[in-house]
């Protein structure tokens, strides 16, 4: 069973802030062999929240929740990441189910904009999300820009 957490910067505790930061890293910069910026300034904005799941005391999955004007100009979600001993069961599924409600509650009837890595145009599709763009580079790894309306 998951237990989800959706908090501010403010609210994370200092474990809380370290064990989202290592997932992001673990998968973003050493599973992927990308060196990019992980530290970006976004995570502390006012507004922005970061969606956790845990199964037990471990985090399994985390996703940020941006304002309008943040990422882009409409909400946005991003840096979602399972860990990757818990993929293949949905998991990745449910968060992205739970992220679409969290956004909803905090900024009900608006669309989201997300940058997605294009190898997950597919996982995407299945959440109301559509192609806006061409492929283009984001840190040497092919993404497309990806819209769900209401």
């Known amino acids: 069973m998951l237990n989800w957490q959706c908090l501010s910067f403010s609210e994370l505790t200092t474990t809380q802030l370290y ?6 890293v673990d998968v973003f910069v050493v599973e992927q062999t990308c060196p990019y910026p992980e ?16 199964q037990g005391q471990e985090l399994v999955a985390c996703a940020r929740l941006l304002p309008k004007g943040v990422s882009h100009a409409t909400i946005s979600i991003g840096r979602v990441v399972t860990k990757k001993n818990a993929r293949g069961s949905g998991l990745g599924h449910r968060l992205m189910t739970q ?6 509650q905090r900024w009900p009837n608006e669309e989201i904009q ?15 999300f559509v192609q806006m ?11 497309i820009e990806m819209k769900r309306e209401l």
């Open 19 to 24: 064990e989202l930061l290592k997932l992001r």
């Open 39 to 54: 530290l970006d300034n976004k995570d502390r904005i006012d507004g922005v929240f970061h969606l956790l799941g845990y």
């Open 99 to 104: 992220a679409l409600q969290e956004c909803q």
């Open 114 to 128: 997300i940058s997605a890595q294009q190898h997950l145009t597919d996982f995407y599709l299945q959440h109301g």
């Open 133 to 143: 763009s061409e492929m283009y580079l984001e840190d040497d790894i092919p993404h």
